[in-house]
């Protein structure tokens, strides 16, 4: 089955508006992680938010979990055109020793 | 602030030849990973290793693969003898413990010819 559905695919906005991202997933967690991937570069951590928290935050960074529905958001504010990138969730599932699943990604373009 | 680093940043080999990637986890790290990632698609795991042995690894990590961690610091991936099909970005990841954060290199971008 697929873990870690981003949608959508590709989100394009003006500098100064807010971008959401979305993650679902089909099995228990033990965590969430959403990573940022600038072009053909390396995988660069934002936020990891356990299954026992519902929304954490960091700078212009705002994640939501909701396990009942197995998803999870990112939230940009204010965007950059510095935050144009890809924004991958990846899933540690429960009782799977630590791996993460990946999703496809969300391409995030900010216009400025 | 420490970080994953990974050597060589680009590496070009013929099909059947045996490559080494190498990374440097983060010094206090316990737990190491093996991600790749072929372009354009998802990055996919290939194997975990804690206590200097292997952990997990996917169906991708056949016989023609292994992991090393020689000394305290580095900890290697080996490709026996590269396909095509083995052309990808391979990334290191570190963490502390179990689901905890995994911090990730900025990957080897391996072309097999």
């Known amino acids: 089955s697929q873990q870690g559905e981003e949608d959508p695919q590709a989100l394009s906005i003006q500098e100064g508006e807010n971008a959401t991202m979305n993650c679902s997933y089909k099995?228990?967690?033990?965590?969430l992680q959403w990573y940022r991937q600038n072009s053909g570069r390396g995988l660069v951590h934002l936020i990891l938010i356990r299954s026992n928290e519902r929304e954490k935050h960091s700078g212009r960074l705002r994640v939501t979990l909701d396990t009942s529905k197995k998803s999870s958001s990112l939230l940009i504010t204010a965007s950059r055109a510095a935050d144009t990138a890809s924004y991958f969730c990846?899933?540690?599932?429960?009782?799977?020793?630590?791996?993460?699943?990946f999703g496809q990604g969300t391409e995030l373009s900010v216009k400025p | 602030e420490p970080e994953v680093t990974q050597t060589p940043s680009h590496q070009v080999t013929q099909m059947g030849q045996e490559v080494i990637l190498r990374c440097v986890p983060i010094s206090n790290h316990l737990y190491f990973y093996w991600y790749r990632q072929i372009l354009g698609q998802k990055v996919e795991f290939l194997v975990s290793f804690y206590n200097n042995e292997i952990s997990e690894k996917s169906e991708i990590f056949d016989d023609q693969f292994s992991v090393e961690r020689p000394d305290g610091s580095n900890f290697t991936l080996k490709i026996r003898s590269t396909k095509l099909e083995d052309s990808a970005m391979y990334f290191c990841?570190?963490?502390?413990?179990?689901?905890?954060?995994?911090?990730f290199g900025p990957g080897t971008r391996l072309l097999v010819l």
């Open positions: 990846a899933t540690d599932r429960y009782n799977q020793g630590g791996k993460l699943i």
């Open positions: 990841a570190s963490s502390l413990a179990l689901k905890e954060t995994q911090y």
């Open positions: 099995t228990s967690i033990n965590n």
